[in-house]
């Protein structure tokens, strides 16, 4: 009796370690790939293979290595998107505005996004239109609405821009709260939005665009040509319009390439943060480092630089 409790004995301690060393190697095997998904997503569809291997010494001294099957798994499709960038701006009555927004598939797999847009607040705008902007200037490319994105692989953007209508009645002070929404085609609870802040002014109100000629290329290659294009849509003409946009990472400034066109070919000149040539004091790198910086002395009532 004694031995045969003496066998069974020695017989679970090895079953004991080996359900213990599972237990380990399982966890390990989780943490790596939680890890790896922060580095990057598989796309859906993979194939996940794994095989163990175990060595050994058997009873001759002789190192032996042994495998196991091999298991797979299937990543799945999973949704996901980001939305940029929540907006504010000034109208008059009776007025347009625009607010740009760019949409990332962050998911694993191809999908579209829907699109839908609700406004409330003191006012609500007599119309809202979703439009293409594929080059990412905050103007419309075209007068067909979009109710959606179309297919977007993984990491691919969509943007466009939302144009409401101010009603002719709204009043000074007022305020509209317009809401962005998109969801995804592939799972529809999975969504994402925006607020875009509208304030109705009877005073000067100055809407900014930004436009690079080049939106893709080779590194190195260029020039790339920035344009800022603005007007006032208000009422009264602005005075002291600042305009101030930084280096893009990676870029460097073209000297004497700065350009109004108010006066046409005139070089405006970078050093100098203070000569009047025109109307305009422009430089680069003086008054903020790595940016470019241009005062307008009056901007009159709808007048395109």
Partial sequence: M?????GIAQHRLPSAWLAFWFLLLTAAIWLFASGSALAA???AGTRIGNQASATYTDTANVTRTVTSNTVSTVVQQVAA??????GAKYVTPGGQVAYPHTLTNTGNGADSFNLATGNGGNFSFGSVTLYA???GDGVPDTTIPVASTGTLVAGDEFRFVAVGTVPASAVSGASNDLTVTASSAFAPAVTASNTDITTITTNAVINVTKAMDQTSGPSPSGPRTITLTY???GNIAAS????TDALPAGMRYVPGSARWSATGDT????ADASDDQGGIVHDWNVTQSGRVTAVIATVSCAMWS
């Fill in 41 to 43: 997503t598989p796309a």
């Fill in 231 to 233: 007007i006032n849509n």
């Fill in 81 to 86: 998107l980001t939305l940029t960038a929540n």
């Fill in 2 to 6: 004694t031995p045969a409790k003496s």
């Fill in 133 to 135: 902007d594929a080059d």
């Fill in 240 to 243: 002291k319009l600042a305009l």
């Fill in 267 to 270: 070089v405006l000149t970078d």
